[in-house]
């Protein structure tokens, strides 16, 4: 097959670059569209009981208070004349904004759980009604104009709720996003400057890295018109598209002036190249490609975003090294080493030569292979420690730089008020209550422990009794379908208190039974999360595992092999959560990465493991395959080990290297779960590529002896006829990664 793909390229050079190109330009018009169709949201999965909540929400009553303005009075409390006045007239603007309805203020009945403890604020809470998009135009807009309120007012207006919070970190993103191409781009062109020693050799990766992240933008932007994508897959585009490119780039432009230094023409070489890096490259992709694909098996679109991005970003990537490179290889020729720079000569990547420095530490490692592995498995596991304290939580205001408004008001309603009134449980029935069904269901759920107060139909309810009479206002909860009742908590809804609550309100029974009510809010949502994907977590572990054992086996025919990996990668993951949580959770580094320590994410841990398995399956599989084919040669284990990770240690810890660049400049986003990604995925890769690449395989595979290559007969027999062979002969570049340099 490869042998026919280069074929291809050489017989059909300009056709395929006047694709590629056709290929950029469409990718562009339509990928340009791709972050104002995506979605902040996706952390709960449709059928979840607080997502039910939600529709219905939406659905029959409009939808949730979704928009809280902070009043602060500038000097004396929110009661004086001239505060009530200003305050009346923000609450009478807001009420007359079109698309804005269920507007509760302060000062009509000046309720308590509206003033701060203080007395120098007070709330006045809105709904934004609309789509997504629609709640995103009209949020901001409204936003910039109640804030104005002028330097001499008698009020300053701050807003938050999850409207304004969407808006913050939709835009936070997009202006993090736009940072992080600035960055990283230019520092990866360097890199591979210094790698290559040819200013045109360096730029192709990059070319390459650029045509995944248009065409990958062009199909999360086409997927976003049949289903939900989440706006923070664009993230993983740009670092995947860089990365990938570069990686599979490194393996295709190596090999061509490999080819090219022992004498071959351009066409003999880019055949040579496809045919042996080529396989390389498909096999890689493949093994990141099932590991991003296991995200499609949790039950909510942020993961299945990241499914749909990642697989993308894979494929674009592999297929342009794999055909378009070559092309654009075979039009240069002998150009692609033109514009050399000083230290051109002496740049070691995709030269062919072993690396003597990784010589020197797989020997040193061979020959002491406990003195070498166990100091790394003990830091290791020192790592991991912090990780089983995690806390989860789902994303809210304290994601954003504590200089965001949206942030200073959470920061107020958290610590000012009695009771956060952003803090509700929604219940919503399936069919409506009659009012004093309504009563004493309100009457019911106002008994739990936890809960501050129960809004509804029949006015509002704490302790058991009515404390507030029915108004005209109170008519938005009853609907034709159903009923809603709002149940401001005291506890924070991150924490285990408010899970509790959820779970008694939920117990509390429909007065009747005559219908089922479903039970929403930041609390439930969490709730759901943690039901949701701790449910499909098994599947999607065994859905790596599996593939892990059968692309290592076809590499290796070893059964020990795989099990190698499995155990190496999830010692060194979870070493990486360790980290994480110790930073973003625990709060250490956070006046220097300038965030708000808050619970790690629940869907954070997984597609970081997702993520960062896949990519090290990739180095996986570059450098046991060379070992294999050394150890094939008649080699023994001890030295094909030292052999191949002096060809590859080179290729990994550059592309590594490269890698990591492009995830560490998106860590640097004002979003703390993008920078927990971020920094938590380059951890991961470096971790990876240096202690076990470098020690701990190396070790392992010296303590196990010719073990490392056992497999039960059956399976020996199987791996003959349809393994993945790299004896010499086999074909015209006969190993995997010879064709590299590595």
């Not at 074929?7 to 339509?30: D, E, F």
């Not at 936890?450 to 029949?458: C, N, S």
């Not at 159903?482 to 285990?496: C, E, F, K, N, Q």
């Not at 625990?586 to 970081?608: A, E, K, N, R, V």
């Amino acid at each position: 097959m490869f042998n026919a793909i280069g074929r291809l390229v050489t017989a059909r050079r300009k056709a395929i670059l006047w694709a590629a190109l056709g290929l950029v330009v469409v990718s562009a018009v339509l990928g340009i569209h791709a972050p104002g169709a995506l979605k902040s949201g996706g952390f709960t999965s449709s059928s979840a009981p607080s997502q039910v909540a939600q529709d219905r929400l939406r659905a029959d009553f409009g939808g949730s208070t979704n928009l809280i303005l902070v009043v602060t009075a500038r000097s004396g409390s929110v009661d004086t004349p001239a505060v009530t006045a200003a305050g009346d007239a923000l609450t009478a603007r807001l009420a007359a904004t079109p698309d804005v309805s269920a507007v509760t203020s302060y000062w009509p009945t000046r309720p308590p759980a509206l003033r701060s403890d203080s007395g120098t604020q007070a709330i006045v809470a809105a709904r934004v009604a609309g789509s997504d998009s629609e709640v995103t135009t009209r949020t901001k807009a409204l936003v910039e104009r109640l804030s104005n309120t002028g330097p001499g007012g008698p009020i300053e207006v701050v807003a938050g709720g999850d409207a304004p919070t969407g808006v913050a970190i939709n835009s936070q993103i997009n202006a993090d996003l736009a940072k992080a191409e600035s960055i990283a781009i230019p520092v990866t062109l360097v890199l591979l400057i210094a790698a290559y020693g040819s200013v045109v050799a360096a730029l192709l990766p990059v070319a390459i890295g650029v045509l995944a992240i248009f065409a990958t933008l062009a199909v999360l932007y086409l997927l976003s018109l049949v289903t939900d994508v989440s706006i923070y897959s664009l993230n993983l585009t740009t670092a995947l598209s860089l990365g990938l490119g570069v990686d599979y780039s490194l393996l295709m432009v190596g090999r061509y002036r490999e080819e090219l230094a022992a004498g071959r023409d351009p066409r003999s070489a880019v055949r040579r190249s496809v045919a042996t890096a080529g396989r390389t490259i498909v096999f890689s992709a493949g093994a990141v490609a099932a590991a991003l694909a296991a995200l499609i098996v949790f039950p909510v679109y942020f993961l299945r975003s990241f499914a749909y991005a990642g697989i993308s970003v894979v494929a674009v990537a592999a297929l342009a090294a794999l055909v378009v490179l070559p092309a654009i290889l075979l039009s240069l020729g002998t150009r692609v080493n033109a514009l050399r720079v000083p230290w051109g000569r002496h740049a070691g990547v995709a030269s062919g030569q072993e690396s003597r420095f990784w010589r020197r530490v797989a020997a040193a490692v061979m020959r002491r292979p406990l003195a070498a592995g166990l100091p790394v498995v003990a830091a290791l596991v020192v790592l991991m420690v912090p990780f089983f304290g995690v806390h989860f939580g789902t994303p809210d205001d304290r994601v954003l730089p504590s200089s965001s408004a949206a942030h200073q008001a959470g920061n107020a309603l958290r610590g000012h008020f009695p009771a956060d009134a952003a803090d509700t449980i929604d219940v919503v029935t399936a069919a409506p209550l009659g009012a004093p069904s309504a009563s004493e269901y309100a009457r019911a759920i106002s008994l739990v422990p936890g809960v501050v107060a129960v809004d509804g139909p029949g006015g509002r309810f704490a302790g058991g009794a009515q404390v507030a009479p029915a108004t005209p206002v109170d008519a938005r909860y009853q609907a034709a379908a159903g009923t809603w009742l709002s149940a401001v908590i005291a506890p924070d809804p991150l924490s285990g208190a408010a899970a509790q609550v959820v779970h008694q309100v939920r117990a509390v029974p429909v007065p009747g039974h005559t219908t089922t009510a479903a039970v929403g809010g930041q609390a439930a949502s969490l709730l759901d999360q943690k039901h949701d994907l701790g449910g499909r977590l098994p599947l999607a572990i065994a859905l790596i595992v599996a593939t892990t054992l059968i692309v290592l086996w076809l590499f290796t025919g070893s059964v020990v092999l795989p099990l190698k990996a499995l155990a190496l990668n999830a010692l060194s993951l979870t070493a990486v959560f360790g980290a994480v949580v110790w930073v973003f959770q625990d709060g250490h580094l956070s006046g220097l990465l300038d965030f708000t320590p808050t619970p790690t994410s629940t869907t954070m841990p997984i597609l970081l493991f997702c993520i960062a398995f896949g990519l090290s399956m990739d180095y996986e599989v570059f450098m046991l395959s060379r070992i294999k084919e050394i150890h094939d040669e008649g080699r023994s284990n001890e030295e094909a080990v030292v052999a191949g990770l002096a060809r590859t240690g080179g290729i990994v810890s550059t592309a590594a290297a490269l890698l990591a660049v492009t995830f560490v400049a998106f860590g640097l986003s004002k979003v703390s779960f993008i920078q927990l990604f971020g920094l938590g995925t380059a951890l991961a890769i470096v971790v990876d590529a240096t202690l076990v690449r470098g020690v701990l395989v190396p070790a392992f595979m010296r303590l196990a002896g010719d073990a490392n290559w056992w497999s039960p007969g059956l399976l020996r027999r199987l791996h003959d006829r349809v393994g993945v062979n790299e004896a010499p002969g086999a074909d015209p570049a006969p190993a995997v990664l010879a064709e590299v340099g590595a």
